[in-house]
């Protein structure tokens, strides 16, 4: 019968220690950190992916200028970015100011082809 209070009054403390502010901050501060480290981690592959995706355009992409080339790295920074340029220039027909002719129309395919967007919503 000692045994069975002794639990019960166990029991009972680690529920009231748990439900204490300073541990409900506590595990809400690992909480946060857990989700910001796992964003990190997607966010690395996304980028290491795009930065493929940029090296083999830029291989095949004609003779680009300085202002091209970044504009190149701005659009394939993210995958918002590149969303946001296959929607308006790719699918909408819209005239880019860098990124024109061939070159536009080998990017586009190459979006395309990779499927680098099919899984971003």
Known sequence: ?????????????????????????????????????????????????????????????????DPQTKYLHKITSTKTELYNFNLHYCHAGDKNPYIYGRNLRHVCGEISRKGILDKFT
């Open 1 to 65: 019968m000692l045994r069975f209070a002794v639990v019960t009054f166990e029991i009972l403390a680690l529920i009231m220690i748990l439900r204490s502010a300073f541990v409900q901050f506590w595990l809400s501060d690992m909480r946060t950190t857990t989700t910001q480290w796992m964003h990190g981690i997607s966010m690395t592959i996304d980028n290491q992916q795009l930065a493929k995706f940029r090296n083999e355009i830029s291989a095949h992409v004609q003779d680009l200028t």
